[in-house]
């Protein structure tokens, strides 16, 4: 069983990031279930991690597009990181040094 909490940061990036895309993030506190002696389970503290998920809306009636999701299992990640992370592999900051160098 896993039991989550949604915690949304798209306030942190509401100047920064271009027009349409959207970081969300989730906290996921991780149970593990372990049966037990006949009908009894045991619930064991498996610990949180945070993941980050990039998404674009078209603008139009069709669902949000998913571009990538990150997994952190240390924890929050702070917003630097986390925009190094994204940066990277997208150009979707409208800071262009967050940006990832082109090729």
Same mark, same amino acid.
């Given at each position: 069983? +896993?039991?989550?909490?949604?915690? #949304? +940061?798209? /306030?942190?990036?509401?100047?920064?990031?271009?027009?349409?895309? %959207?970081? +969300?993030?989730?906290?996921?506190?991780?149970?593990? *279930?372990?049966?037990?002696?006949?009908?009894?389970?045991?619930? *064991? #503290? !498996?610990?949180?991690?945070?993941?980050? @998920?990039?998404?674009? #809306?078209?603008? =139009?009636?069709?669902?949000?597009?998913?571009? =990538?999701? %990150? @997994?952190?299992? =240390?924890?929050?990640?702070?917003?630097?990181?986390?925009?190094? @992370?994204? !940066? !990277?592999?997208?150009? *979707?900051?409208?800071? /262009?040094?967050?940006? !990832?160098?082109?090729?």
């Amino acid at each position: 069983m +896993i039991v989550h909490e949604l915690t #949304d +940061i798209e /306030h942190l990036f509401t100047e920064q990031l271009q027009e349409g895309y %959207y970081v +969300i993030r989730e906290t996921y506190q991780n149970v593990l *279930v372990e049966p037990e002696d006949g009908d009894t389970v045991r619930q *064991v #503290d !498996a610990g949180t991690e945070e993941v980050v @998920t990039i998404v674009f #809306d078209p603008g =139009d009636e069709y669902s949000l597009i998913c571009l =990538d999701t %990150y @997994t952190f299992a =240390d924890g929050i990640p702070s917003l630097a990181e986390l925009k190094e @992370t994204i !940066a !990277a592999e997208y150009d *979707v900051f409208v800071d /262009h040094r967050w940006a !990832a160098p082109s090729l």
